[in-house]
């Protein structure tokens, strides 16, 4: 049996990976981590039985204990480094909400795991180190983002020489037809098709989720920003595309659930039939696809700015749209403030090249810069 671990195992993707691990039949959890919701990782370990667990806010590591573990528990960044140094498990999961744990993927990595990555932060912030370690070790670094799972399969067994575009499609959110006028947090947090935590809904309103996806599809696919396109497709039933040099495109289809890129970046090349509804291709009426609307979502605009400016820039783009998101999530400031404040965060930035501990220090410049341009 191949052993899992799950980062973010209390988080929408790491439920859904437990859900698609037991389906799988194949697969052991040894170890899950969260960052602070400690009864739910105490349901977690009852029921899972893992042989370690890691949870970041150190503060609840008494709190966690008291709820009767028995299981060792990891605390803070280092301890998940420490979890995934010292369970020797196959498969990592990555599912934190932010990119927190790049210190624990890098160990993953130079384990020669296989990767699982759905937090887009990561390779948002630090995609440059990331990748060349991903080279460097030969790793195997599977996408669960779906529009990165679906561009994944279309190139698979393709020359990259033969892509002439990617296309990443993005379902509108739920402002695609409606102004953004006095719009509320309960607007915002109702996606019209996904069900996710709340930083990716937010992000998903002011399309930086779609923003960040290309700085994920640029570093995951080697591919340049004029490359890299983005179409809005309401019934979210296409995940991305491939256009090839002799015109042709291949796209993947299939209803929207992500325990289908879950499964298929654990099984990959491989496929395993699931229990996930099929598409039901006849019952399609109509399929629809219309350019991005960067007037109305300069965030998408900001991340190809970012993109193309490159070193700390992505990092402070990251950091700076994490800080209004959590601003926004209290009632701080309004939707429309935050492209406006990630806007001037980067303009007050002066990018460089660096190490992880680098675009870390860019992460928490942008972060207290947000807060300095909001008080
Ligand atoms: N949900 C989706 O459908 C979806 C699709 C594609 C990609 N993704 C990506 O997958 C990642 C996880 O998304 P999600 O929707 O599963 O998020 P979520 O439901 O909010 O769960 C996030 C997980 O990360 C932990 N967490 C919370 N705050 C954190 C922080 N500041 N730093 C590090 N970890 C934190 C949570 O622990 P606690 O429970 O202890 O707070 C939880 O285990 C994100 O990068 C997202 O962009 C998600």
Same mark, same amino acid.
């Not at 109702?190 to 570093?219: C, F, Q, R, Y």
């Given at each position: 049996?191949?052993?899992?671990?799950?980062?973010?195992?209390?988080?929408?993707?790491?439920?859904?990976?437990?859900?698609?691990?037991?389906?799988?039949?194949?697969?052991?959890?040894?170890?899950?981590?969260?960052?602070?919701?400690?009864?739910?990782?105490?349901?977690?370990?009852?029921?899972?039985?893992?042989?370690?667990?890691?949870?970041?806010?150190?503060?609840?590591?008494?709190?966690?204990?008291?709820?009767?573990?028995?299981?060792?528990?990891?605390?803070?960044?280092?301890?998940?480094?420490?979890?995934?140094?010292?369970?020797?498990?196959?498969?990592?999961?990555?599912?934190?909400?932010?990119?927190?744990?790049?210190?624990?993927?890098?160990?993953?990595?130079?384990?020669?795991?296989?990767?699982?990555?759905?937090?887009?932060?990561? /390779? !948002?912030? *630090?995609? +440059?180190?990331?990748?060349?370690?991903?080279?460097? =070790?030969?790793?195997?670094?599977? %996408? &669960?983002?779906?529009?990165?799972?679906?561009?994944?399969?279309?190139?698979?067994?393709?020359?990259?020489?033969?892509?002439?575009?990617?296309?990443?499609?993005?379902?509108?959110?739920?402002?695609?037809?409606?102004?953004?006028?006095?719009?509320?947090?309960?607007?915002?947090?109702?996606?019209?098709?996904?069900?996710?935590?709340?930083?990716?809904?937010?992000?998903?309103?002011?399309?930086?989720?779609?923003?960040?996806?290309?700085?994920?599809?640029?570093?995951?696919?080697?591919?340049?920003?004029?490359?890299?396109?983005?179409?809005?497709?309401?019934?979210?039933?296409?995940?991305? /595309? !491939?256009? *090839?040099? +002799?015109?042709?495109?291949?796209?993947?289809?299939? =209803?929207?659930?992500?325990?289908? %890129? &879950?499964?298929?970046?654990?099984?990959?090349?491989?496929?395993?039939?699931?229990?996930?509804?099929?598409?039901?291709?006849?019952?399609?009426?109509?399929?629809?696809?219309?350019?991005?609307?960067?007037?109305?979502?300069?965030?998408?605009?900001?991340?190809?700015?970012?993109?193309?400016?490159?070193?700390?820039?992505?990092?402070?783009?990251?950091?700076?749209?994490?800080?209004?998101?959590?601003?926004?999530?209290?009632?701080?400031?309004?939707?429309?403030?935050?492209?406006?404040?990630?806007?001037?965060?980067?303009?007050?930035?002066?990018?460089?090249?660096?190490?992880?501990?680098?675009?870390?220090?860019?992460?928490?410049?942008?972060?207290?810069?947000?807060?300095?341009?909001?008080?």
């Amino acid at each position: 049996m191949q052993k899992v671990i799950i980062l973010g195992s209390t988080g929408s993707i790491g439920c859904n990976a437990i859900k698609v691990i037991r389906s799988l039949g194949h697969l052991k959890i040894v170890g899950i981590a969260a960052f602070k919701q400690h009864r739910r990782l105490a349901d977690q370990i009852k029921e899972i039985k893992p042989r370690m667990v890691g949870i970041i806010d150190r503060n609840q590591y008494k709190a966690l204990k008291a709820a009767g573990t028995r299981v060792p528990i990891c605390v803070g960044e280092e301890g998940v480094g420490e979890m995934i140094e010292r369970l020797d498990a196959d498969i990592l999961i990555c599912a934190f909400a932010s990119a927190l744990g790049i210190h624990g993927i890098i160990k993953g990595i130079e384990k020669r795991m296989r990767i699982c990555l759905a937090t887009k932060e990561i /390779l !948002v912030s *630090f995609g +440059d180190i990331l990748m060349k370690k991903v080279k460097q =070790y030969k790793a195997q670094l599977f %996408p &669960i983002d779906s529009e990165h799972s679906a561009i994944f399969q279309c190139l698979e067994g393709r020359h990259r020489k033969h892509v002439k575009a990617i296309i990443l499609t993005a379902s509108g959110g739920p402002f695609f037809k409606r102004s953004l006028k006095n719009v509320t947090k309960a607007d915002v947090l109702k996606h019209p098709v996904w069900n996710m935590g709340k930083k990716i809904t937010v992000d998903s309103a002011t399309m930086m989720n779609k923003g960040l996806e290309v700085i994920e599809a640029h570093h995951l696919f080697d591919m340049p920003p004029d490359k890299i396109r983005v179409v809005i497709h309401p019934e979210a039933l296409c995940h991305s /595309l !491939v256009e *090839f040099i +002799d015109a042709s495109i291949l796209a993947q289809f299939s =209803y929207p659930d992500m325990r289908l %890129p &879950i499964q298929y970046a654990l099984t990959a090349p491989q496929r395993r039939s699931s229990c996930i509804k099929h598409l039901n291709v006849s019952s399609i009426k109509s399929l629809h696809f219309f350019p991005p609307n960067l007037k109305k979502f300069p965030c998408l605009q900001y991340a190809y700015e970012a993109l193309t400016i490159g070193k700390s820039m992505p990092a402070v783009l990251n950091a700076a749209n994490a800080a209004c998101v959590e601003m926004f999530l209290k009632g701080r400031i309004s939707f429309r403030e935050i492209p406006r404040i990630i806007y001037k965060t980067m303009a007050l930035h002066s990018p460089c090249k660096g190490t992880i501990e680098d675009y870390r220090a860019a992460e928490a410049w942008a972060k207290q810069t947000v807060r300095r341009i909001t008080c």
